[in-house]
């Protein structure tokens, strides 16, 4: 069956780049959410998008922004990237905004700043 | 605001054993509950969703309650063996979150031979 597909798998970038993550959801489903684990933590909501607009948002930094395309997909931009935003980033996707068939997440990217 | 605990933080079991991982949470108006396995490094792997009408749900050797009313729910795994060590976490699909997960701090559990 497919899954959740996130790219890259690993991604290292210096202070202040950009880098930018893709998410690409299983076939049919309208919702996407991220989400950042710090070492040793559980994962923090970023933002989720429905049905290509954005429908919450959570603990995300303004130099962060995400959108949802018209094929589903979804790419989180990270600007002036700082060492802590070194983390795993989840993304998850479901039908209906999770209410009924639960989340499938990605195997995530791995993020980090030097 | 909803928040999820999962007790105990951390478990140490011999091979065989039958165990017991809980979770609670705060506000019970929730639509369903999830619980992951996640490996040091890797993603979130979907164990059981208990919807919150449902009171359990079994998947081979899990077998997941949930008491909504009371704000628990138990992961329970029979004859634990050492390839079920890893860190499981609970979350809440919460009803007034616009249906974001709402994760506790998982359990990690190691299973010794």
């Known amino acids: 069956a497919a899954g959740v597909i996130q790219s890259p798998r690993h991604l290292i970038k210096e202070k202040r780049e950009t880098a930018t993550l893709k998410c690409y959801p299983i076939p049919r489903h309208d919702t996407v959410y991220w989400y950042q684990q710090g070492p040793g933590q559980d994962p923090q909501f970023l933002i989720s998008f429905y049905e290509k607009m954005q429908s919450d948002k959570g603990s995300i930094p303004d130099r962060f922004s995400a959108q949802q395309f018209s094929d589903y997909h979804s790419e989180l931009n990270m600007s002036s990237l700082e060492l802590g935003d070194s983390a795993l980033y989840f993304c998850?996707?479901?039908f209906g905004q999770g209410y009924n068939y639960g989340y499938t997440f990605g195997s995530g990217t791995r993020l980090t700043v030097v | 605001k909803q928040e999820v605990t999962q007790i105990p933080a951390a478990l140490s079991v011999p091979e065989g054993e039958n165990l017991v991982l809980n979770c609670s949470f705060t506000?019970?108006?929730?639509?369903?509950l999830q619980w992951f396995r996640q490996d040091p490094g890797k993603g979130l792997t979907s164990l059981l969703l208990?919807?919150?009408?449902?009171r359990e749900q079994t998947s081979g050797r899990l077998n997941a309650s949930l008491d909504k009313s009371s704000g628990r729910s138990t992961l329970y795994i029979a004859a634990s063996q050492p390839g079920d060590s890893a860190t499981y976490l609970c979350?809440?699909?919460?009803?007034?979150?616009?249906?974001?997960?709402?994760f506790g701090q998982g359990t990690e559990l190691s299973v010794k031979p």
């Open positions: 208990i919807q919150s009408s449902q």
């Open positions: 998850a996707s479901s």
């Open positions: 506000d019970s108006a929730i639509y369903n």
């Open positions: 979350a809440v699909t919460a009803g007034n979150q616009g249906g974001k997960l709402i």
